[in-house]
């Protein structure tokens, strides 16, 4: 029995129990990855999950069963079983549920992969981490690790409505942190950024870091980090690295911008959004070098893919224009919720999770400047990057990060090196304030976004570049 | 023997066959039925189920040691899983600090296990949600209702086997009126014990009393912290002190023997008491394990690579990722206070001040007693700015008020705070305990934390909702 036919009849099952629409997702994932520690490594785990996942629309009601079994009888059972909690649902019934339409697609979709990163010999994956690990020890750091991650899924979807498609995404990434412990703190430094750089790519990706050669200099970083001054405490011109503001993107912009929560679907959990669809159009979100997109097509960034796990395809859209909202993250039973006529960022973290709004790639277009355009421009402020910390209100509205890493910026000229840089501010008034963008954009992968009851880990992506906000509040402490 | 026992001896045979007698594996089948509807808006928008099955195998052989793991359990699945995770131990790197297998040890019996709850219909839940979204009245509601089921085995290669079977069940709702939100949140043995209109009730008066809140300046409050608030100050401390991996590496502020906390705090990994399986990923027996008593730090947490290093032993909290993230209690107790917290226990004026805003006798007490200070429903994203003093910063939820003379005034804006935890729960700083323990369920079934209301003589709130 094939995957296709697994999913049929899953499919079909549903239908003749009384659902008025069904889909259904098998997929099979392996899944890879090792840490190193000191020089040692310290984990290699590897993981293959094969199953199906079947969604069913009884009434105005949605059920999800799934199962770890592609037998005919399961399939059909776990169809069957979607139809009845989907029946159970009515009990407590909500607002018809209409689903906006996607043409029905017969297709296949794979990701560009150049070297099969479950190709490469482990050997030289471990080797690569035990060096970077032990030269980070060797130049300071307490505690060095490293960290890669592999991801192989295929998966097949199946509508009631006549989609039939399947998609291989290979995924993968790594990176390397120095820790350095004194007396009651610790410092830490990180390449490329704390978990790493990831994307949909092969091992080429992992090549290209070249984390050894930065190893040396991130374990001296994280020792002279001890004994670097605090970062003061105030309002001042703040610029961000690119790592830092691709998170700044993701929890600020990306969140508040997905359906789900603007329309109170997450209202208990991750909570709603600031943003009210009644100013989609007219919301001034920041200043008019903010230009965001939502672009699940980029080649080899993290939330690509062919087709959402609904079976719609890739669009790029625009979420912010010229400062100004003007779109959202959305799934096909929240756009017609919400009025809207599109769908295609809906997305199910393995055959055993329902497919729900997650953000793909959501980034910011280039600006006009350089890094050190902006630094030069800086008369007083501090520059910030590698995140460290991130914590967010359940509006995406207050937000605090932390950063690895700040350095003094005074008359145009990059000064010494502070400790504990951290700042806070409100989404709306933070991005209006931003007047420099750098056109230095890197396609920053997030593989670790929490979502959804029970929990789901997202993988997205984030184009950014540094840029400078003015009038930001820096050096919150205990 | 059990149908997961069959697969996990099954493997260890197969491992023994194909790599020998010398190969050391550890293999731990687990079966799962988790369900979870979900509300929001006062309809069920989210209705799920999963039947699961995970085996897990660990194999050390030739010095080199590889985790592999798979969902399918025919023959030609586990025979697949076995070669794979061979064939990765011959090319990973050497690992000279294996930690060797469990020795055949008894194994206790566990929580007992409601079968009811355990395998639930949808219905069941679904008339939870029901009676939930009734009682807030008119409120909107939004929450879940979640049972899990889990059936485990574990055999390795030195002849220990263990079996157990783990059951729970969960609420967690929010009611909101207009723009204020209350909260209810419940994990227990039995579905049955879990009351959605009890619950949804309380959310209810909850959301009410937060209505209409002024802001308030940031700076140092006294604070009476609800369950669902103290919850997360139990689970930072777990992840980031009472972990014997952060511990090695001198980034836990734990230092066991010393009296780091106050002396009213005792904090007990208790996974016997409830919802989880009686050993853990290695076939280490569960206990209790004392991690602060009477304000001084005990114990921290070990699987056996932890605590071989740590020349401790394992204390059977080996978990998925644990060599990585480190080993970490998710059953804690705070236990709760013997005597009297304040003088309002007996009349117990929960209606005292804003209607609603306390809703037991409890916290009433702990209020009582407070001249001006902060009531604290629940924390939300809290992060970690430093793991060695454990500083947090956060976020407010679901409701605050100021505290005037013992009595809860007007409903106050959310607030951002960043605090050091074990600073906060210091000698001298905690002024009182509830007497009632409420267990709060974790993210993930089997994971919770039971605790009282507690009342601390400062918390640092470093900003308001508006900046």
């Known amino acids: 029995m094939s995957e296709f036919d697994a999913a049929t009849a899953a499919v079909q099952a549903a239908l003749d129990a009384g659902a008025r629409y069904a889909d259904a997702r098998v997929m099979h994932r392996r899944y890879e990855s090792m840490s190193a520690r000191n020089g040692d490594i310290e984990e290699l785990s590897q993981d293959e999950s094969v199953g199906l996942g079947v969604r069913a629309l009884v009434g105005s009601g949605w059920g999800f069963h799934a199962v770890p079994d592609l037998s005919d009888a399961a399939a059909r059972d776990a169809g069957r079983r979607a139809a009845a909690i989907a029946a159970a649902s009515a009990r407590v019934p909500g607002p018809p549920i209409d689903l906006v339409p996607v043409e029905a697609t017969v297709a296949s979709w794979a990701s560009d992969c150049v070297v099969d990163p479950l190709g490469v010999p482990l050997s030289d994956k471990g080797d690569l981490l035990v060096r970077a690990t032990a030269t980070m020890r060797e130049h300071g750091a307490d505690l060095a690790e490293g960290l890669y991650q ?17 998609q291989r995404i290979r995924e993968c990434g790594g990176g390397i942190s120095a820790t350095s412990i004194g007396d009651g703190e610790t410092q830490r430094r990180s390449y490329p950024s704390y978990r790493g750089q990831y994307g949909t790519t092969g091992w080429e990706l992992v090549t290209s870091l070249d984390l050894a050669a930065h190893a040396a200099r991130i374990a001296e970083e994280s020792r002279e980090l001890l004994t670097a001054p605090l970062c003061p405490a105030g309002e001042t011109d703040l610029i961000l690295g690119g790592e830092q503001l691709a998170l700044q993107i993701h929890e600020s912009v990306g969140h508040a911008i997905e359906l789900d929560r603007i329309l109170g679907w997450e209202a208990a959990f991750a909570g709603t959004s600031w943003l009210d669809l009644a100013r989609l159009g007219s919301l001034r979100y920041g200043s008019e070098l903010m230009n965001v997109t939502i672009d699940p097509t980029i080649p080899g960034a993290l939330g690509s893919f062919g087709f959402d796990d609904e079976g719609s395809p890739a669009v790029a859209r625009d979420a912010v224009r010229e400062g100004r909202w003007v779109g959202v993250l959305a799934g096909r039973d929240s756009a017609a919720a ?72 005074k008359k145009g000229r990059r000064g010494r090196m502070l400790r504990n840089p951290t700042y806070t501010g409100i989404g709306p008034v933070f991005w209006r304030s931003m007047d420099m963008l750098s056109s230095e954009t890197v396609a920053w992968g997030t593989p670790n976004c929490g979502k959804g009851q029970p929990g789901q880990v997202g993988h997205t992506g984030h184009p950014a570049a540094p840029a400078r906000f003015r009038g930001v509040r820096v050096g919150v402490r205990a | ?224 912290l609800e369950p669902a608030a103290v919850a997360d100050l139990l689970q930072n401390l777990a992840w980031h002190g009472f972990n014997g991996k952060r511990y090695a590496e001198r980034q836990s502020f734990a230092e066991p023997g010393t009296a780091q906390f106050d002396p009213s ?84 004026p929960v209606s005292a001040g804003v209607t609603g805003a306390v809703g037991d006798p409890d916290t009433a007490a702990l209020v009582a007693g407070m001249r001006r200070g902060l009531l604290v429903s629940d924390f939300w994203y809290t992060r970690v700015l430093d793991p060695k003093q454990l500083v947090i910063t956060g976020l407010t939820r679901n409701g605050v008020w100021l505290v005037e003379d013992g009595v809860p005034t007007r409903a106050v804006r959310d607030f951002r705070f960043t605090e050091s935890y074990p600073r906060a729960l210091g000698p001298g700083r905690v002024l009182g305990l509830g007497r009632t323990a409420v267990r709060q369920p974790g993210r993930v079934d089997g994971s919770w934390y039971e605790t009282p209301a507690l009342r601390l003589s400062s918390w640092h709130f470093t900003g308001g909702a508006s900046g």
């Not at chain 1, 055959?351 to 350089?370: D, F, I, K, S, Y």
């Not at chain 2, 574990?154 to 909101?176: K, P, W, Y």
């Open chain 1, 150 to 166: 592999i991801w192989d899924t295929s998966k097949w979807f199946v509508s009631s409505e006549g989609h039939r498609i399947d």
């Open chain 1, 338 to 409: 919400a009025g809207l006529d599109y769908g295609g960022s809906v997305r199910a973290d393995g055959w055993a999770r329902l497919p729900m709004v997650r953000m793909t790639n959501v980034g910011l277009e280039p600006g006009p400047h350089t890094l050190d355009e902006i630094i030069a421009a800086t008369d007083d402020g501090v520059l910030m990057d590698i995140n460290r910390s991130w914590s967010i209100d359940d509006k995406r509205l207050n937000f605090q990060f932390g950063c690895e890493v700040g350095w003094e910026v």
């Open chain 2, 1 to 224: 023997m059990n149908a997961e026992m069959e697969i996990a001896a099954g493997v260890v045979d197969l491992v023994r066959h194909t790599a020998g007698p010398a190969a050391e594996a550890e293999v731990l089948v687990t079966r799962s039925d988790l369900a979870l509807t979900r509300f929001a808006n006062s309809f069920v928008h989210q209705n799920v189920s999963e039947t699961g099955v995970a085996v897990h195998l660990r194999l050390h052989v030739d010095g080199r040691t590889v985790t592999g793991s798979g969902s399918r359990i025919d023959a030609d699945g586990l025979a697949a899983l076995v070669e794979r995770t061979r064939a990765a131990a011959r090319l990973a790197p050497p690992d000279p600090a294996w930690p060797g297998l469990t020795a055949p040890t008894p194994v206790p019996a566990g929580p007992a296990v409601d079968e009811a709850t355990a395998f639930a219909s949808p219905d069941e839940r679904a008339e939870r949600v029901r009676a939930f979204v009734a009682a807030v009245e008119g409120l909107e509601a939004a929450g879940y209702c979640r049972t899990a089921y889990r059936s485990g085995a574990f055999a390795n290669s030195a002849g220990h086997t263990a079996v157990g079977r783990a059951a729970e069940a969960a609420m967690d709702g929010i009611a909101r009126a207009g723009g204020a939100d209350g909260v209810a949140r419940l994990c227990a043995d039995r579905l049955a014990d879990l009351d959605g209109a009890a619950l949804g009730a309380r959310a209810a008066a909850k959301a009410r009393a937060a209505a209409d809140p002024v802001e308030l300046p940031p700076g140092h409050y006294e604070v009476v």
């Open chain 2, 265 to 348: 705090v005792t904090l007990v990994d208790d996974p016997l008491h409830a919802g989880t399986l009686p050993f853990d990923l290695e076939g280490t027996p569960r206990r209790a394990l004392p991690l602060v008593e009477g304000g001084t730090t005990g114990a921290v947490a070990y699987d056996r690579r932890a605590g071989a290093e740590a020349g401790a032993g394992s204390t059977g909290h080996g978990m998925p990722g644990s060599a990585t993230f480190g080993p970490i209690p998710h059953n804690i107790r705070l236990l709760a206070g013997t005597t009297d917290a304040g003088a309002a226990v007996a009349a117990g």
